[in-house]
């Protein structure tokens, strides 16, 4: 049973950090960075084409 | 201390976590297109990898020992992993532009990083104690960033080659990585 | 005797591996000889099709933005409960799959197929496309672990995982003439990469069939 309430601590705690996370702005000039990369398989990468983004230009 | 030496420069070049274990094959095919992401992407790895064995270690052996709970081992470190990330996304946002614009964007990719979960599987399965646990987890993702900027720096030049339509894109860098192995066996015998 | 052409050229051009490169890292791994090719292969099939199901099962209640972790937290559960059923009765195989069973959690295939197929669709489809991505998974394993067991030891032999007792062993290429580099890492990135060409070439010699019937 603690093993329960264990991952459930745990989760918890991604959940402060995710919701802190979320709530911090992008820093001024940073609205608009992508990755240069080629869309690799990862498909949990916020760049991958599955996840939605539009496109957004590269930043030199 | 030569031990540790001994440590880091096997896991750095002799037992490259890419050229001998095979991992971190995803990014190394997806990110590596030019140079500088290449940097950007190999100094998030190390910072996440270092960050998150550090706790995962004190985790293991205080909360998951005591409580004979070892069988949660992947769930646990799957988790730490993730919330170091966020935090870590986070405290950039806030303090530092110069390095959220180097590095923030592919910290979102290492949370399913191969070498990420597999530093923290490894520090465990080896046994070692908190200096070699930190040697370790600070040489192998240094090892992976050198490798993909050799690699992106090659590639840059291969995308101006003559090559057949068949090997265009992933092959011919399959082959090129194969060419890279076989050179690094040549440090075998170094330590 | 069409379908079955069908289905063997459909594996050919979406292969998972070698055609759309997921689960690299595994195959590269492992593939030295065909038991643990199938080994790892059978496992992916299993957890595969389990997290396609529950993960179908419960898409409408996970929230958008958590997905990814909450996805990863059952795979994980999975994987883990694959790790000691093998660590319990095929212990041979434990050894040599080594740490690559516990990164099955992080492998390609599994959260790819996860995001894009799973969270749209019922749980029978989900099902099916599971068995379908992890059959194809373990055939290209199984290739490209017979060619660098035949040309690196030059015997094509497989034993039972559970008992260790030898299936079949067959001596094709006299010992003389073997390539023991194909057992290296670097014969794992050569054959792979003749393999993805392989894939590659059909795939652009499809498209450009196509392109000249429009034309």
């Known amino acids: 049973m603690e093993a329960a309430l264990y991952i459930a601590v745990l989760g918890a705690i991604y959940g402060v950090f995710y919701y802190l996370n979320h709530i911090t702005p992008k820093p001024a000039g940073c609205e608009e960075l992508t990755a240069a990369c080629n869309g690799c398989s990862l498909g949990s990468c916020g760049n991958h084409p599955s996840q939605n983004f539009e496109l957004k230009e590269t930043v030199k | 201390m030569s031990d540790l030496f001994t440590l880091f420069i096997s896991a750095l070049i002799i037992n490259n976590v890419i050229l001998t274990k095979f991992l971190g094959m995803c990014p190394l095919l997806g990110v590596s297109t030019k140079s500088s992401s290449a940097i950007g992407m190999g100094l998030a790895v190390i910072f996440v990898i270092f960050g998150s064995s550090v706790f995962t270690y004190l985790l293991y052996y205080s909360v998951l020992v005591p409580m004979s709970l070892e069988y949660m081992d992947l769930i646990t470190f799957i988790l730490v992993i993730a919330a170091f990330v966020q935090f870590v996304e986070m405290v950039l946002k806030k303090y530092s532009m110069g390095l959220y614009k180097a590095l923030g964007i592919y910290l979102p990719l290492i949370t399913t990083n191969c070498v990420v979960l597999y530093v923290t599987l490894d520090n465990i399965i080896k046994g070692f104690n908190f200096v070699e646990m930190c040697v370790y987890s600070l040489a192998v993702p240094a090892g992976f960033m050198l490798i993909m900027y050799i690699f992106a720096t090659i590639r840059e030049r291969l995308e101006l080659a003559n090559v057949p339509n068949a090997f265009k894109g992933n092959p011919i860098a399959l082959i090129v990585v194969a060419i890279m192995a076989a050179i690094f066996t040549s440090f075998a015998g170094l330590v | 005797m069409n379908k079955l052409a069908n289905y063997g050229l459909n594996l050919l051009k979406e292969n998972p591996v070698f055609g759309l490169y997921l689960g690299i890292c595994s195959t590269l791994a492992i593939t030295t000889n065909l038991n643990n090719a199938l080994g ?157 060409a392989g894939v590659q070439a059909i795939r652009t010699y499809e498209a450009d069939k196509a392109l000249k019937e429009v034309k």
Request: charge should be negative.
């Open chain 3, 40 to 196: 790892m292969g059978v496992s992916v099939i299993a957890i595969l099709t389990v997290s396609n199901i529950v993960i179908s099962a419960m898409r409408k209640i996970i929230p958008d933005e958590i997905r990814i972790p909450v996805y990863i937290v059952i795979i994980a559960t999975l994987v883990k409960s694959v790790e000691l059923l093998i660590k319990a009765y095929a212990p041979a195989l434990d050894t040599a799959l080594g740490v690559f069973i516990p990164l099955i959690v992080v492998n390609c295939i599994i959260l790819g197929r996860a995001e894009a197929f799973a969270n749209q669709n019922g749980v029978l489809a989900s099902a099916l496309d599971g068995i379908n991505m992890g059959i194809a998974y373990t055939l290209s394993l199984a290739a490209m672990s017979a060619i660098r067991q035949i040309l690196a030891t030059g015997i094509l032999s497989m034993a039972n995982p559970f008992t260790d007792e030898i299936i079949f062993s067959i001596n094709l290429i006299g010992s003389d003439y073997v390539i023991p580099m194909m057992k290296e890492p670097i014969g794992a990135f050569l054959t792979f990469a003749f393999l993805a």
